[in-house]
């Protein structure tokens, strides 16, 4: 009788611990925590899921028609609400073609049907209450998705308490003014929005709310004042809208020296599209903050020495990730799916990628230790970036290491100004871009292939499986990219480097929906106009 074979990731009873399952997960070295630490201080009030400023209006209003409406504080009436209003704009904005309404692929699929009549209720809960495979699967609708934290942060929306129990109600309202440290509260804007839709045009979306049902022509005559691209400048809305953007970070919250770095790097973008008559790509400015090392008018700017850094560590952490790439890589070109000696991994690695570098530098030394190299770096951060994007293997790992050790050829000398610069503002990880400049300055005289050995080693394959075990913690899902066992390495998935999403994107977006940025990000006259102001 033939012996019974164990199956990949299966195990036999007795057994105490559920099957291991292996998920893609994100940032494999958890390195990104510094640049999201960074750009959420810099441009706060937004996310890069919140595409649509003019959503801020439409959730404030529908708010304020949810506590005139309905008298319930239970929170379940509450999301019931808000995702019906939600999936009405998902199928106007599909049938207009609208862009960058949440929803509207599931739209879509309706109107793929010859039904006059869309059932709301069908649209936004299964059957038995569930949200999978409806027209948005997150319980609190895109709402509280994409919108919630980041309208709570610039003050248009809070969560009152309960005045018995003293604990959150687990609804939401639009903020009034009560607080007086808002300059732009929730009801002005939902007021404001108000003034754009047509009183029989209000009565039938509140119609269309209670009987659960809208007909596609009932579509058709909402798509007028339910557009959320629709922004008519120097209307209230738009003066409110702009009001906002360019307040404190965090109006509510009195402070004796307010922060505006969303104010600041709106205006350096502007600025930066001024200089690109062409056209401003939406991550122009961190590229910029680079060039200059955050400095404007020789002096440091505090806007743009917060995107230096970022950007910094965006360089830094997108060639860690492309070692990672490229050694998981070379298991699988050696042995596939099996398994191959780590130390043969490292030391073949090491060896290959140190002639090549050495070749690259045009260092005929073999006994060059890493300052060396440095010194004898040649070309730019965004051109070895590119080396990295169209190699693999061992060649992408060498362009890898030039652009890490490039990093501190050019900026170890700024390395106490940003130090200060993140201290001060509370922005410092333990594993930034920092720590790593402070590493090569101690391992300077290092030999080189030792140097990169270590780095691989150390640094990458057993940074990644720390990082893959604390994610896990308890649980069983693991985001882990290889297994290791008696020092033999097996490769499980791999991950490609890239940079994170700074929300300058959606910044961009919303410039445009404002008038200030034309469609293809060049600036507009409300755009200079704004520029030209000297209260500014």
Same mark, same amino acid.
């Given at each position: 009788m033939a012996d019974k074979v164990i199956k990949k990731n299966q195990a036999l009873v007795p057994f105490w611990g559920d099957k291991m399952s292996f998920i893609k997960g994100l940032d494999p070295l958890g390195l990104q925590?510094?640049?999201?630490?960074?750009?959420?201080?810099?441009l706060p009030g937004l996310n890069n899921v919140t595409g649509l400023i003019r959503a801020y209006?439409?959730?404030?209003?529908?708010?304020?028609?949810?506590?005139?409406?309905?008298?319930?504080?239970?929170?379940?009436?509450?999301?019931?609400?808000?995702?019906?209003?939600?999936?009405?704009l998902a199928l106007l904005s599909h049938q207009h073609s609208i862009p960058g309404v949440s929803g509207i692929d599931y739209a879509a699929r309706q109107f793929g049907t010859d039904d006059a009549v869309f059932d709301l209720q069908a649209g936004i809960y299964k059957p038995d209450g569930s949200t999978e495979n409806t027209y948005w699967a997150y319980h609190f609708g895109v709402f509280g998705a994409y919108y919630l934290g980041s309208m709570r942060q610039i003050g248009i929306i809070d969560e009152p308490i309960d005045m018995s129990s003293g604990k959150p109600? /687990?609804? !939401?309202?639009?903020?009034?003014?009560?607080?007086?440290?808002?300059?732009? %509260?929730?009801?002005?804007? $939902? &007021?404001?929005?108000?003034?754009?839709?047509?009183?029989?045009?209000?009565?039938?979306?509140?119609?269309?709310?209670?009987?659960?049902?809208?007909?596609?022509?009932?579509?058709?005559?909402?798509?007028?004042?339910?557009?959320l691209r629709d922004i008519r400048p120097r209307d209230t809305e738009w003066t409110l809208l702009m009001?906002?953007?360019?307040?404190?970070?965090?109006?509510?919250?009195?402070?004796?020296?307010?922060?505006?770095?969303?104010?600041?790097?709106?205006?350096?973008?502007l600025r930066l599209a001024v200089r690109h008559p062409e056209g401003i790509a939406p991550r122009a400015?961190?590229?910029?903050?680079?060039?200059?090392?955050?400095?404007?008018?020789?002096?440091?700017?505090?806007?743009?020495? /917060?995107? !230096?850094?970022?950007?910094?560590?965006?360089?830094?952490?997108?060639?860690? %990730?492309?070692?990672?790439? $490229? &050694?998981?890589?070379?298991?699988?070109?050696?042995?596939?799916?099996?398994?191959?000696?780590?130390?043969?991994?490292?030391?073949?690695?090491?060896?290959?990628?140190?002639e090549s570098i050495m070749r690259a530098a045009q260092k005929k030394n073999h006994d060059a230790t890493l300052g060396d190299i440095v010194e004898a770096i040649s070309g730019s951060e965004s051109e070895l970036y590119q080396q990295i994007e169209k190699?693999?293997?061992?060649?992408?790992?060498?362009?890898?290491?030039?652009?890490?050790?490039?990093?501190?050829?050019?900026?170890a000398t700024q390395f106490n100004r940003l130090k200060a610069f993140i201290s001060e503002r509370g922005l410092g990880v333990e594993h930034d871009v920092l720590a790593f400049l402070e590493q090569v300055t101690k391992s300077y005289n290092q030999p080189l292939t030792p140097h990169i050995a270590s780095f691989l080693l150390h640094h990458i394959l057993y940074r990644h499986r720390f990082v893959a075990f604390n994610k896990m913690g308890n649980g069983y899902k693991s985001t882990?990219?290889?297994?290791?066992?008696?020092?033999?390495?097996?490769?499980?998935?791999?991950?490609d480097p890239g940079f994170t999403g700074p929300r300058l994107t959606n910044l961009a977006a919303f410039l445009q929906d404002l008038h200030l940025l034309s469609s293809d990000r060049k600036v507009t006259e409300k755009g200079l106009e704004l520029l030209n102001q000297r209260d500014i």
């Open positions: 925590n510094a640049s999201e630490k960074a750009y959420s201080y810099l209006s439409f959730y404030c209003w529908l708010l304020k028609e949810y506590a005139r409406q309905m008298d319930s504080t239970d929170p379940a009436e509450q999301k019931k609400f808000i995702r019906k209003a939600e999936y009405i109600l /687990g609804i !939401y309202r639009a903020t009034n003014e009560q607080n007086p440290n808002l300059n732009v %509260t929730g009801m002005a804007l $939902a &007021a404001a929005f108000e003034t754009r839709i047509q009183p029989q045009n209000k009565a039938l979306f509140q119609h269309c709310l209670e009987t659960g049902v809208v007909h596609r022509d009932q579509l058709t005559a909402l798509a007028a004042d339910f557009n009001r906002l953007l360019l307040d404190a970070d965090e109006p509510g919250i009195p402070k004796e020296h307010p922060v505006s770095m969303r104010k600041a790097t709106l205006l350096h973008v400015l961190a590229y910029y903050a680079y060039d200059v090392q955050g400095m404007e008018d020789g002096l440091p700017d505090d806007c743009l020495t /917060g995107w !230096y850094y970022y950007q910094l560590n965006e360089y830094y952490q997108y060639a860690c %990730t492309a070692l990672l790439n $490229a &050694a998981l890589d070379i298991v699988v070109k050696e042995v596939g799916t099996g398994w191959m000696s780590v130390g043969d991994l490292i030391e073949e690695t090491a060896t290959t990628v140190s190699s693999e293997t061992e060649l992408r790992m060498t362009s890898a290491f030039l652009l890490l050790w490039k990093l501190y050829q050019t900026n882990e990219k290889f297994v290791i066992e008696d020092n033999y390495i097996r490769v499980i998935d791999n991950f």
